[in-house]
């Protein structure tokens, strides 16, 4: 009896059980963030997301429901560098107190593609360096901390595993990467989301889209990329789980390049879905794309 007593003790210490109502609300703005948060969070959190799988925060409109959220949330995780243009009003309208935690604050601002889509500024897709995410990780531990400091070793342990997994991410992405044949290493996306993943990994995206799916692509953008494509002979366009098909599948008809597949470039896809982590979004990427770039 006392040993049973003694080892539920030990239990106690090891893994305290954080009550359902005493986990610490936190709102994510977009999917992406969400996973990052619950890793870093693990039990003593609740995430909800403003933005959910397979939802596009660039034309983003905040419903009275968002508002409610953002109003029982201890903190507010967002992205940052322009990417939730919406969130000061959004916050303003919940009457919201919440913490804020900037995700991407440190991380390297690089411009927008030049000459595609209209000018909306910095490139907010910071995202698709996994380097970046270790940073979001770090930002992300140091916001829970200060919002809940009894989960501080907790955080600071759950971070340090999150960020192990992040490196052995980007060791497996600069290896796959490495595997394309240099001349090879180009594709077309739909909407310029890629442009973190082309400075850190060498792979050139073009897309007619612009940063932001909030305007579309003009006749002439269009025109324009279906003569590079013939000219640089580029081998594959690929598909986003946010934007309209209908323009690449255009655009691979009258070039003959082919569909490669869908990317995850804004949002997760649900649990059922090939994407449902971050982790999982970089490798399903990944993996999409050295198979059409690898093979003819
Ligand atoms: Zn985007």
Redesign the pocket.
Known sequence: MLRVFAAFSVLLLAAPAVAQDARLKVTATFSILGDVVKNIGGDRVEVTLLVGPNAD??VYSPSPADARKLADAKVVVLNGLGFEGWIDRLVKASGSNAARVTAAKGVTPRRKTEGHGHSHGSD??AWQSVANVKIYAANIRDGLVAADPAGKAQYVSNTAAYLAKLDALETEVRETVAKIPADRRRIITT?D?FGFFKDAYGLDFIAPQG???ESEASAKDVARIIVQIKRQKIPAVFMEN?SDPRLLKRIADETGAKIGGTLY??ALTGEKGPAPTYIDLIRHNLKQISGALTTS
């Open positions: 925060a660039h907010p897709h909407h989301a940063v932001s799916t946010i470039s804004d």
